[in-house]
């Protein structure tokens, strides 16, 4: 089927979604007379999509402590830079050109170009920080430069005085990313390639479906692909990551204090998705 067709049936069906379906990026988790509040968030924003949906402010006037995937004063700090950078990039000797395909060096070469970033910039770093270094650029090419739900309610929290708490270290974090596409670099950055030219297209998408809770679009776009596409990657960066916050979270049931808890959002969808790991374990899960 013509790609151009495929996409406009791909959009009348995520239309008639979007027409049936009315929710919000926050849910309600709860067993027994214990509840807290788990949000999906997207990191990086436009400044027209402030205010956020009210949801996000109510679940955060009700609570007392706000979850953060990680510590993002440590992963600000000129120390966690300085180690950030001996880990993302490459050894003197060596460069991407070095792990990839001619073809798809050539391809990078050329999107670079287009963009008038100076090759250095990308090509001395390992595959995960490359691939999200294209990412960044491609979103901020599209004007979403303002910091995302997680980077706001960090600075309201630490404004307020609420305890702040992280599911992981930025070394931890730092970790997985240093482990995408090590076994396969090529396809990593062909991948990331790819999404940039479809980014265009499906981000406005992937923004709406967000605001309104719809996991069904967040998964057919996103989370469906780079999981038969890459598995690897999706068990590093999502399921076990998934699994290890799971008995921090629990743990939170436990505090007289209630939490608000933000993490990516397609860290709660899909099969091992947080939403359905906490289902499976008895708690009860509504979308406020």
């Known amino acids: 089927m013509n790609t151009s067709i495929s996409k406009l049936l791909l959009l009348a069906l995520l239309l008639y ?7 919000s990026p926050v849910w309600l988790i709860s067993k027994g007379d214990k509840h807290l509040y788990l949000g999906g968030t997207i ?19 009700q609570t007392d402590i706000v979850v953060l995937e990680t510590d993002l004063q440590k992963m600000s700090s000129p120390a966690f830079q300085q180690s950030l950078l001996k880990t993302v990039v490459y050894p003197a000797d060596q460069t991407l050109k070095d792990h990839i395909a001619a073809d798809t060096y050539k391809e990078l070469e050329s999107y670079l170009s287009s963009k008038g970033i100076p090759l250095a910039n990308i090509v001395t770093l390992k595959p995960g ?14 004007g ?20 702040l708490l992280a ?12 482990q995408m596409g090590v076994d396969n670099p090529d396809k990593l950055i062909t991948y990331t390639l790819r999404d940039i030219k ?7 998408t992937l923004k709406d479906a967000w605001k309104s809770g719809n996991n069904e679009v967040l998964h057919a776009l996103m989370l ?11 068990n590093i960066l999502l399921v076990r990551r998934n699994h290890n916050w799971l008995p921090k979270i629990e743990t939170l049931f436990q505090s007289q204090e209630k939490a608000f808890i933000l993490v990516g959002a397609m860290h709660l969808i899909g099969k091992d998705g947080l939403l359905a790991l906490l289902k499976k374990k008895g708690y009860k899960v509504e979308n406020l």
């Open 198 to 204: 479809e980014s265009p297209f499906k981000m406005d």
């Open 43 to 61: 990191h990086v924003l436009r400044p027209s999509d402030y205010p956020l949906p009210a949801v996000f402010n109510e679940a955060y006037k």
């Open 129 to 142: 920080m490359a691939s999200i270094s294209l990412s960044m650029i491609e979103l901020q090419n599209q």
């Open 17 to 23: 979604t979007y027409i049936s379906h009315a929710g």
């Open 224 to 234: 469906k692909y780079l999981r038969d596409d890459f598995p690897e990657i999706y």
């Open 167 to 178: 599911l992981e270290t930025p070394e931890e974090q730092l970790d997985f990313i240093n």
């Open 144 to 163: 979403f430069n303002e910091v995302g739900v997680d980077s706001y309610y960090n600075a309201k929290a630490l404004n307020d005085k609420k305890t």
